[in-house]
């Protein structure tokens, strides 16, 4: 029997492939919406059974706060996280909130299927290897973490980091080359260096790694509208 889930998070792109994904399997999809930061109010006015709440930073300060007020004024609405591999205190802060499990944005989507069952039957849902990792992380902290989103970020040109955001928004061709001011056979040269940059096939492939590394969040001080001809 499917369930009556949601799809909440701030890259269209993911919540709609996601949604998609998820009704073919037959759960019955509610809404796929972003941004998340309206995720409470919505989540409390559909009253779903599972709500799948992505972020892109688990361990920051209010990441959870619309976990809290779903779980205060919807209790029996079972929440799961949908994140980048996170720290130990991000695990930590998405169960103090509320959330009845914590899922990797690559997982496949069998992996997310089994967790919105186990959230819906009121058990745990966490992959074992990343409550392992965090226990690992907390008994041998690392000096300095290798972090894979600067490092990616570092390969991209400033104006390929905003084909990569624009990309994760769930913008077409037409709509890049649009916003940016540029051909479209420009805007798709473009996608297909970033492609090849990050070592991905699809644009679905590389807004998922973007936001798995936290790319997308450290890119938005560098990605401000662009106008006019490429230069």
């Not at 619309?66 to 695990?91: D, N």
């Amino acid at each position: 029997m499917g369930v009556r889930l949601m799809v909440v998070d701030d890259h269209r792109l993911l919540a709609e492939a996601l949604a998609s994904a998820l009704k073919l399997r037959g759960h019955r999809v509610l809404a796929a919406a972003a941004p998340a930061a309206g995720a409470a109010d919505l989540v409390i006015t559909r009253a779903p059974e599972v709500c799948l709440l992505g972020t892109a930073a688990p361990a920051e300060p209010g990441t959870f706060d619309p976990v809290v007020r779903i779980k205060r004024e919807r209790p029996q609405v079972a929440v799961l996280v949908l994140g980048p591999v996170p720290s130990p205190r991000g695990i930590a802060a998405a169960f103090a909130a509320g959330a009845s499990g914590y899922v990797r944005h690559d997982e496949r989507i069998e992996g997310v299927e089994r967790a919105i069952m186990k959230a819906r039957a009121g058990e745990a849902a966490v992959a074992p290897q990343l409550l392992q990792n965090a226990f690992s992380e907390l008994l041998n902290p690392a000096a300095q973490p290798d972090d894979e989103g600067q490092r990616l970020l570092h390969m991209l040109t400033p104006r390929e980091v905003e084909v990569l955001v624009r990309v994760a928004d769930g913008e077409d061709t037409r709509l890049i080359a649009a916003g940016m001011g540029i051909a479209p056979s420009t805007a798709r040269t473009h996608v297909q260096r970033v492609l090849m940059k990050l070592g991905v096939g699809s644009r679905l492939e590389a807004a998922a790694l973007a936001a798995r590394t936290g790319l997308l969040d450290r890119a938005s001080p560098h990605t401000q509208p662009q106008q006019g001809p490429e230069s």
